[in-house]
């Protein structure tokens, strides 16, 4: 018999949501290659407020091997099919950026080119007229899609959420999958005096872990990829404003339906959220501390909140950015450890979620980190946070309000190159640019520019050639089959109930 393959020491810091989804998805999909230790303190609390998420997460769940009935009760989760945005583009105006897309692709023509073609001859409806997931939600109604190519498998799903629910579950899934767990407060860094590498974490009751690798899930505190490795924080603040958040979870109004979408409201300093879960009503205000302060964005939220408050609003600080790289040396930053951006798209979770699913994919063999492994997994984790940076900033910058000093800052401000571009694909001829690989592809930028209602210069003059009546016709009948198949769906509450076991027993 040969001899046994060692295993590489892997060591979470940090226990709250990323700490425990890296630690249970390194456990279970890597269990032959590694050991993984957790070591977390209860005396430290986790960031979390009621959370929204986006489809990958599914693929999260489903690859770990999870029952999405056993997840959904666990977690209080409710389905989402998108995000209604509310007074963003406009004050009165709203669109909603659906998980799934609008129209199909005819003779290699984009659905929004023809769209843009029938409304400049007065022949279309709005844009979401012509999603299902769109009109799902705005009439509250869900069922899971088909798979397939018909009209039912044009959507997708994520979840909304308790997240301090969910880092608990992954915890009691991370250790049925071998993840051991350690109690304790981190007081000191041993590191190889040579290579700078982190060797072990001393716990302040003497304990000493070693590790050959160290995932640094210990939140904003940032302790090793941060504080060791002192690696630079590249800071955003100046194109995402908001850094603060004020949350104030409340019951459901009575009698108003369930929503199967997150609702996203712009406010004169930034916007405010309404998540709703099984047993709760997630509201919260997320703001720029430059234009006001903690105290009224407390009150704002008390005064908008619509349900009885369940607590006092408790205020989150952040700072939006990423640190400079992601891996350096034998740490790797998980989560907010590594980068933080506003939650107007529900991208937290989904960064953490990358960042554990590219280090799967680069983990070192034996323990040996190559680093020409260490600098794809940085330019991987770069590439995906400055999309999603560009993204959440055209939703701020793509606005005609001149209401408050805030809007007047993100409207006139000078945005990224990257973004620059994209704008001005966009503009000159309805362009999305293309990539393979990431999120939010061509139907999420489409939503948001025209749900901002950034309408480009020109399009695909293609679409200008069938005959007009041919075309309104075939859109007709799309939204014809989109209202017939809304109709048929049962409500979203009624959906959910249907299953018991997808039920939290006190929601």
């Keep these: 018999m040969g001899e046994a393959r060692k295993k590489v020491r892997v060591v ?78 406009r004050i009165g105006e709203s ?36 999603s299902l997931a769109v009109q799902m939600a705005r009439a509250n109604r869900f069922r899971t899609p088909d798979e397939g190519a018909g009209l039912t498998s044009t959507f997708g799903y994520a979840y909304q959420f308790d997240a301090t629910l969910f880092g608990p579950f992954m915890r009691e899934f991370g250790k049925a999958n071998g993840v051991t767990r350690v109690e304790g407060r981190v007081t000191e860094v041993e590191r190889d005096g040579e290579s700078g590498d982190v060797t072990a974490l001393l716990l302040e009751d003497g304990r000493r872990l070693e590790g050959d690798l160290f995932v640094d899930c210990s939140g904003f505190r940032s302790l090793l990829l941060g504080g060791e490795m002192a690696e630079d924080w590249e800071d955003w603040t100046h194109w995402l404003p908001c850094d603060r958040a004020a949350a104030m979870p409340c019951e459901h109004v009575p009698g108003e339906p369930l929503r199967p979408y997150t609702t996203a409201t712009a406010m004169p300093a930034g916007w405010r959220w309404q998540i709703p879960l099984q047993h709760r009503m997630g509201n919260g205000y997320v ?8 105290d009224e964005a407390c009150e704002t939220i008390r005064s908008a909140a619509e349900g009885a408050p369940l607590q006092e609003p408790r205020v989150l600080r952040f700072r939006p950015g990423r640190r400079k790289r992601s891996w350096s040396g034998n740490v790797v930053g998980v989560g907010l450890a590594s980068g933080f951006l506003e939650p107007l798209e529900s991208t937290s979770i989904y960064l953490a979620q ?80 293309k990539y393979s690989d990431g999120l939010f592809y061509d139907a999420s930028w489409i939503a948001v520019y025209l749900g901002q209602g950034i309408v480009p210069k020109r399009h695909d003059a293609r679409a200008a050639l069938p005959d007009p009546e041919r075309v309104a016709a075939a859109m007709k009948t799309l939204r014809g089959a989109i209202e017939n198949e809304v109709s048929s769906l049962p409500m979203h509450a009624n959906y959910l109930q249907d299953d018991a076991s997808r039920l939290a027993e006190n929601a």
Excluded: C
């Excluded at 993984?36 to 609390?45: A, K, M, Q």
């Excluded at 129209?103 to 984009?110: I, P």
């Excluded at 703001?287 to 903690?294: D, L, W």
């Excluded at 990224?416 to 000159?428: F, I, Q, T, V, Y």
């Design 287 to 294: 703001f720029s501390s430059a234009h006001i302060s903690e």
């Design 354 to 433: 990358m960042a554990i699913t590219y280090l799967i994919e680069l983990f070192p063999e034996d323990g040996q980190i190559d680093p020409r492994d260490r600098d794809e997994f940085n330019r991987l984790v770069d590439l995906e946070y400055d999309r999603i940076r560009d993204f959440l900033i055209l939703h701020y910058h793509a606005t005609t309000r001149e209401d408050s000093k805030f809007w007047n800052h993100v409207r006139t401000m000078t945005v990224p190159d990257s973004l620059a571009g994209k704008m001005e694909l966009w503009n000159r001829a309805g362009r999305i640019e």
């Design 12 to 89: 979470v810091l940090g226990g709250g949501t990323a700490g425990w989804m890296t630690a249970a998805g390194l456990g279970k999909l890597l269990s032959r290659d590694v050991s993984v230790t957790l070591v977390e303190s209860e005396d430290i609390g986790i960031v979390g407020v009621g959370e929204a998420t986006l489809p990958h997460i599914r693929a999260f769940v489903q690859r770990l091997g999870i029952p999405e009935a056993e997840f959904m009760r666990a977690t209080h989760a409710t389905y989402k099919l998108g995000i209604d945005f509310r007074d963003f583009g």
């Design 95 to 130: 669109y909603i950026h659906p998980f799934g897309s609008f129209g199909e692709e005819l003779a290699g023509v984009g659905f929004h080119h023809w769209w843009l073609q029938m409304r400049a001859t007065g022949k279309a409806e709005d844009l979401g007229s012509y």
